[in-house]
C-alpha cells in the first residue's frame, strides 16, 4: 500500500441475513490502530478536521449517511464523499485533513494509530505547508 491519502474499498458480504463489512488492521487499514473516536450529530453547515498530524495516521469510515473529507498533501487537493460503510478513506501523517457537509444522520467513526496527543497536531494550514515544502 502506498503512503498517500486514498480511498479504499473495504470488502462486502451482502447475504439474505443482513451485509456484512470487514477491516482488517495492518491489512485493507493499513496501519495498528490505538484509538477510534466517533464524530455524530454535527449540523451541516459545519466543518471539522481542518488540521493536519505529524505521526498519527487515521481512516475514516461513515457508517451512516453521508459526509464529504478532502484530503490535501501540499501538492494534491481531492474530495470525496464517504456514504458507504464499506469505503474507507485513508489519510497518513501529513495529511490535511477536512469533513465537512454531513448529513443530519451522518455517523463517523474514526481510527487513529496513536494515543491523542496535542503536540501532533498541525493546526495552522501555512505552518503545514511550509513543513510538506509546498510550493506557494
Keep these: 500500500m502506498n503512503n498517500e491519502f486514498q480511498l479504499i474499498e473495504l470488502p462486502n458480504v451482502?447475504?439474505?441475513?443482513g451485509n456484512l463489512t470487514v477491516g482488517e488492521f495492518q491489512r485493507q487499514i493499513p496501519f495498528a490502530v490505538a484509538r477510534y473516536f466517533i464524530v455524530y450529530q454535527v449540523p451541516l453547515v459545519e466543518r471539522r478536521g481542518e488540521h493536519a498530524h505529524r505521526e498519527c495516521h487515521q481512516f475514516l469510515v461513515c457508517v451512516r449517511g453521508?459526509?464529504?473529507?478532502?484530503?490535501?498533501?501540499?501538492?494534491?487537493?481531492?474530495?470525496?464523499?464517504?456514504?458507504?460503510?464499506?469505503?474507507?478513506?485513508?489519510?497518513?501523517?501529513?495529511?490535511?485533513?477536512t469533513q465537512?457537509?454531513?448529513?443530519?444522520?451522518?455517523?463517523?467513526l474514526v481510527f487513529a494509530s496513536h494515543y491523542y496527543d496535542a503536540n501532533d497536531y498541525i493546526r495552522d494550514y501555512s505552518e503545514f505547508l511550509?513543513?510538506?515544502g509546498a510550493k506557494p
Design 14 to 17: 451482502i447475504d439474505e441475513r
Design 66 to 97: 453521508r459526509i464529504s473529507v478532502i484530503g490535501d498533501d501540499g501538492q494534491r487537493q481531492e474530495e470525496f464523499v464517504l456514504d458507504r460503510p464499506n469505503v474507507g478513506f485513508y489519510m497518513p501523517p501529513m495529511t490535511w485533513g
Design 100 to 108: 465537512y457537509k454531513y448529513s443530519p444522520d451522518a455517523v463517523l
Design 130 to 132: 511550509q513543513l510538506v
